[in-house]
């Protein structure tokens, strides 16, 4: 009797022994549950805004589960939202201390430095979001977008096509890529990206100007005038489409037309170099140089290294004859770096 006895006690220890695991197991799937419960709520209430529930559910789900890395970097999107940058970055940073592979933390993470100043970060941060399976179109856009602030202008295209192919209606990759390609002197290609990016977002104001832009650059100055129409019938108030527009018309000879986009855009921003120059250039076409000296002058005042003004107050000195003068001009702005006064300083060695 004894011996069934300790043969029993042997055979139930190993089962009593599993029943403690068994319940250990239990809870851990128990607070599994809940915390993935817990998340789910957290990330359904921020798709409808609603933030204040959302970090609720997100710091329960903390509670219980402070190694839980997805629910830091949910919330560190709700300070985000917030313009809570440094508890954001605080938030994304301890998602990737408990998981160092979490590609989404790394990309919030860089967006966020990105959004507050572009020198706290690098094209190498949006990098690793992509190293660590963060697949997404905007990845690659942003690394683009810090690859072409840092120069390396082809690398910014191939990371803004790999956007697009990603997401074929990307309006601001198209014209960020456009941009790109108009900088590397490719302005037909420009043309085709902007064009593209004002069909897929056709209130993109700056896609019209800049395609006006390329548009004048290979000599299309037609096509350049509608594009900054279409800029200015979007934004009345844009003094940078007026003041193109008026560009154009001038060089179409339309002398007039340039002449109300230039008054246009001086009344929206008379503190404007380019503007206040403009006008000169139109009032030396008339003959009217008194009053082309008076506006280049006043460009000077405003920007006082303005090398267009500086290179045609001399072209309008020596249409009064006053060529001693005009020289002085024209040396001063070759010096500046525009390459077009060095023409005009031929006339000054003869």
Same mark, same amino acid.
């Given at each position: 009797m004894k011996l069934k006895q300790l043969l029993f006690l042997v055979l139930l220890l190993p089962v009593l022994m599993l029943s403690a695991q068994d319940t250990e197991n239990t809870e851990d799937y128990r607070l599994n549950k809940l915390a993935e419960k817990l998340y789910n709520e957290a990330v359904n209430r921020l798709m409808e805004e609603d933030y204040y529930s959302a970090l609720f559910y997100l710091d329960s789900l903390l509670k219980i589960k402070p190694d839980y890395a997805l629910a830091y970097n949910e919330r560190g999107k709700v300070y985000f939202t917030h313009e809570r940058f440094l508890d954001a970055e605080y938030e994304f940073e301890k998602a990737i201390d408990l998981d160092s592979l979490f590609g989404e933390a790394y990309f919030n993470l860089a967006f966020t430095y990105f959004t507050q100043d572009t020198s706290k970060v690098s094209s190498e941060d949006f990098s690793k979001a992509i190293e660590y399976n963060y697949i997404e179109p905007h990845a690659y856009y942003y690394r683009g977008l810090m690859k072409h602030i840092e120069g390396d202008v082809t690398g910014a295209v191939a990371d803004y096509s790999v956007a697009i192919e990603m997401n074929s209606e990307y309006a601001i990759a198209y014209h960020d890529r456009g941009t790109a390609k108009n900088t590397l002197g490719d302005f037909q290609g420009a043309i085709y990206d902007y064009r593209l990016a004002v069909t897929y977002n056709p209130e993109l104001i @700056? &896609?019209?100007?800049?395609?006006? $832009?390329?548009?004048?650059?290979?000599? $299309?100055?037609? &096509?350049?005038?509608?594009?900054?129409?279409?800029?200015?019938?979007? $934004?009345?108030?844009?003094?940078?489409? *007026?003041?193109?527009?008026?560009?154009?018309?001038?060089?179409?000879?339309?002398?007039?037309?340039?002449?109300?986009?230039? !008054?246009?855009?001086?009344?929206?921003?008379?503190?404007?170099?380019?503007?206040? !120059?403009?006008?000169? @250039? =139109? /009032?030396?076409?008339?003959?009217?140089? $008194?009053?082309?000296? /008076?506006?280049?002058?006043?460009?000077? /005042?405003?920007? !006082?290294?303005?090398?267009?003004?500086? =290179?045609?107050?001399?072209?309008?000195?020596?249409?009064?004859?006053? =060529?001693?003068?005009?020289?002085?001009?024209?040396?001063?702005?070759?010096? *500046? &770096? *525009?390459?077009?006064?060095? /023409?005009?300083?031929k006339e000054c060695e003869e």
């Open positions: @700056s &896609g019209y100007l800049n395609m006006g $832009d390329a548009k004048k650059e290979i000599g $299309d100055y037609q &096509g350049a005038e509608r594009d900054y129409t279409i800029a200015v019938n979007l $934004d009345t108030a844009n003094f940078k489409a *007026l003041n193109n527009r008026g560009a154009t018309r001038y060089t179409l000879g339309d002398l007039e037309g340039a002449k109300q986009d230039f !008054s246009k855009a001086y009344a929206l921003n008379p503190e404007s170099a380019e503007i206040t !120059s403009n006008m000169g @250039s =139109l /009032e030396q076409s008339k003959g009217n140089y $008194d009053a082309a000296i /008076e506006w280049f002058t006043e460009s000077l /005042e405003i920007d !006082s290294i303005y090398a267009p003004a500086i =290179l045609n107050m001399g072209l309008t000195y020596e249409l009064q004859g006053k =060529l001693n003068e005009a020289c002085a001009e024209w040396k001063l702005a070759a010096e *500046l &770096g *525009l390459t077009d006064a060095e /023409e005009y300083l």
